[in-house]
């Protein structure tokens, strides 16, 4: 609707303009000519010595340029001397009363016209002067179809011009704007069906223009939509039914202890079991809250050093490594800067130093190194454990997977502690890989993007 009223003003301005700008050539030509048969015929009558019919008859006869509708020449009182309308109707011996005339009498060129009948009338009108004296003036009235059909031929086909162009303009706009609305409208209806929970719907919309790109956008972003969905529905299925397990347990204990005649130390024995199973509850909770926590972008920090992190996981795991039988051995000559948190240092380091203690046998040993690399600073923890088969090792870093489900479950785990090392290592620009024989042990490696000395300095 804009579009149409913008062009329709454009074209109506265009059109006003030009079929004025036509009149005015028109207008401008007449005059010209006509002032100057005027002045001519003025100069010519202003050279008589005696100002009356006879004379003036005359001398028009020998002008043959003049040939105008009608021309009528007064004296100084207005009286008209000649006219070239013979008959009834002449001027000759009255007044002429044309508002023309009465200019000219008093010293001024006149010209006017106007339309009648399809005929451009033309008037003109000049003072005769003799030696610096008003004598008389020199008046003519020129009758025109031509220049009048001309005229009107010349207006008609602009209008009709513009009209054309308006009707061409209109249909062109519905035409495009349908086609336009047409496919919005596709564009909107798949967004209804996507947002009743349909996440498989895809819009089909063919073409090459920028509503093709706004359609395929707009797939892309469903197919993630989808993705995450997906997530979400698996991570909220696996967390409650790990959830289930202990609880059930803790239910299934408790019954135990109200249901049966028990000996005080096996009703201890089961309280006991209660505790542990609300500690792995616990635990698990801390876990999913640490898994929901990496999954934000990391902020912006100095960067820092990696070896007292690793010395505080080491003194922070010594009650289990102990526990365990297992020397922990640490190698932190190679120590660089890194612009990673110290939270997410921490959690990544006591996160694989905890499994790979978890799972090697006693006598076992755990070592964590540090090492650099060009640009790049490593993070090595290596155990002498069970190892993780191969078929497993593609699976280690997935939310609640664990390799052996009882033993691991036994020892406390949920399967998350690699999901929460990966997302956090990723969220530091980093990446990590693992490397592991069954029966001999596992190596992971966690490397990041380092500071180097100068670069700080
Ligand atoms: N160093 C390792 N040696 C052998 N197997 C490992 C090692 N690290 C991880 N795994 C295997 O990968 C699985 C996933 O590890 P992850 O740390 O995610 O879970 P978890 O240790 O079982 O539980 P959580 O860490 O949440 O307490 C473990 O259950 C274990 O089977
Ligand atoms: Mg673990």
Same mark, same amino acid.
């Given at each position: ?27 401008? %030509? ?15 009558? &202003? ?67 106007? #339309? ?8 003109? &009108? ?37 009209? %054309? ?23 909107? &209806? ?8 349909? #996440? ?27 993705? %995450? ?61 640490n898994?929901?926590?990496s ?49 997410d240092? #921490?959690q990544i380091a006591f996160n694989l130093?905890?499994n ?40 280690v870093f ?18 998350l502690g690699l999901s929460i090392v990966r997302n956090m290592v990723e ?5 990590i ?11 992971f490696?966690v ?11």
């Amino acid at each position: 609707m804009v579009y149409v009223i913008v062009t329709t003003a454009v074209l109506l301005f265009l059109n006003i303009y030009s079929s004025r700008t036509s009149q005015r050539l028109f207008y401008q %030509s007449k005059e010209s000519s006509m002032v100057e048969k005027c002045l001519l015929a003025s100069t010519e009558v &202003a050279n008589l010595e005696v100002l009356n019919t006879t004379t003036v008859t005359d001398l028009i006869g020998q002008m043959r340029t003049m040939q105008v509708t009608r021309l009528i020449v007064t004296d100084r009182s207005g009286v008209a001397v000649y006219d070239s309308l013979t008959g009834e109707d002449s001027a000759v011996g009255k007044y002429v009363l044309l508002p023309e005339v009465c200019q000219a009498l008093s010293g001024l060129d006149v010209f006017s016209w106007y #339309y009648r009948d399809g005929a451009m009338q033309s008037m003109a &009108a000049t003072p005769v002067m003799s030696y610096g004296v008003l004598s008389g003036c020199v008046y003519m009235l020129e009758s025109d179809n031509m220049q009048g059909m001309l005229m009107r031929s010349l207006i008609n086909s602009i209008l009709s011009v513009t009209l %054309s162009l308006e009707l061409a303009l209109l249909v062109f706009s519905i035409t495009f704007s349908n086609a336009f609305s047409v496919r919005l409208r596709r564009i909107m &209806a798949s967004m209804r069906i996507i947002r009743e929970g349909d #996440y498989s719907h895809k819009v089909v919309m063919g073409g090459h223009d920028e509503l093709t790109v706004l359609g395929e956008e707009f797939n892309d972003l469903t197919e993630r939509l989808q993705a %995450s969905e997906h997530k979400r529905r698996q991570f909220v299925s696996d967390a409650s039914h790990e959830l289930k397990t202990p609880l059930a347990s803790i239910k299934l204990l408790s019954d135990s202890i109200l249901q049966n005649d028990m000996d005080p130390e096996t009703v201890r024995e089961f309280v006991s079991d209660i505790g542990d199973e609300a500690d792995r509850l616990n635990r698990m909770s801390q876990k999913l809250l640490n898994l929901t926590r990496s999954e934000a972008p990391a902020e912006v920090v100095e960067p820092i050093l990696m070896g007292p992190t690793i010395q505080r996981v080491q003194r922070m795991l010594s009650p289990l490594a102990e526990k365990s039988q297992i020397r922990v051995a640490l190698d932190l000559s190679e120590d660089v800067p890194v612009p990673v948190p110290e939270d997410d240092l #921490y959690q990544i380091a006591f996160n694989l130093a905890e499994n790979a203690i978890k799972y090697t046998a006693p006598g076992g040993i755990v070592t964590i190194r540090l090492r650099k690399m060009a640009d790049r600073a490593f993070l090595v923890v290596a155990d002498t454990g069970v190892g993780i088969p191969e078929d497993a090792i593609g699976h280690v870093f997935e939310r609640f997977y664990r390799v052996d489900k009882a033993r691991s479950r036994k020892s406390g785990g949920s399967g998350l502690g690699l999901s929460i090392v990966r997302n956090m290592v990723e969220r530091n620009r980093g990446v990590i890989h693992v490397e592991s024989q069954v029966g001999k042990g596992s190596t992971f490696t966690v490397e990041f993007p380092c500071v180097s000395k100068e670069a700080e300095a």
